[in-house]
């Protein structure tokens, strides 16, 4: 879905918005839906091991931001995840623990070191980025009209202009809070939760 296809949920409650401004305040909605609920978890492409590094380039689809470190497995066995302080404590004391952490979202360190050819699995939780024209069809479908309402709730507190109207965007933000909360809820007991490799759905 690009950011046009929610205009029919926004627009008429913000007559007279121009396109860019509709834009930049439906995906700020989307990016915060995603951040905060981990609705939309993806396998990226696996990493090989070449017998040398411990540290991985993650490859995030295009137009996404990562979220949330999710799983890890090598060659088909899960890894245990562990934050970056405490992952650097275990390299620090030279753990032979097989665990993983990111310290930037962007590269993967995955201790000990794999023999060359391991294949290295990753599931990560994404966000539109901030650049990005729209975000998957298949993460957006069934929760439009909340990213609407988040769009709406920013948009409806804009100063000076004539779509002005905070009451509606108290109102508005309350709706996309308490839908948040409970979509969160939901992904967080697994209900909702799907891995998608290479464009098919593993639910």
């Avoid at 008429?12 to 951040?35: K, M, W, Y």
């Avoid at 390299?91 to 995955?110: C, E, I, N, Y």
Wanted: hydrophobic share 45%; proline share 4%; charged share 20%.
């Amino acid at each position: 879905m690009i950011w046009s296809d929610f205009y029919s949920w926004v627009l008429p409650s913000v007559q007279g918005c121009p396109n860019p401004t509709l834009d930049l305040h439906i995906r700020q909605a989307a990016i915060e839906f995603c951040r905060k609920t981990l609705c939309w978890v993806r396998t990226l492409d696996p990493a090989e091991a070449n017998g040398v590094d411990i540290r991985f380039d993650l490859d995030l689809p295009s137009q996404t931001q990562a979220v949330k470190l999710m799983a890890v497995a090598v060659n088909g066995l899960e890894y245990l995840l562990v934050d970056t302080q405490r992952g650097l404590q275990l390299v620090r004391q030279g753990s032979g623990a097989d665990f993983s952490f990111t310290q930037d979202k962007l590269t993967l360190d995955v201790h000990p070191l794999r023999g060359r050819g391991d294949s290295i699995e990753v599931d990560m939780a994404l966000a539109p980025s901030f650049n990005a024209s729209g975000i998957e069809t298949d993460v957006a479908s069934p929760y439009v009209q909340e990213i609407a309402q988040g769009a709406l709730a920013t948009l409806q507190m804009m100063a000076r202009v004539e779509w002005s109207d905070p009451g509606l965007a108290g109102a508005n933000k309350a709706l996309f809070n308490q839908r948040v909360a409970t979509v969160a809820m939901h992904f967080a007991r697994g209900q909702g939760a799907a891995r998608v490799v290479s464009g098919r759905t593993y639910c």
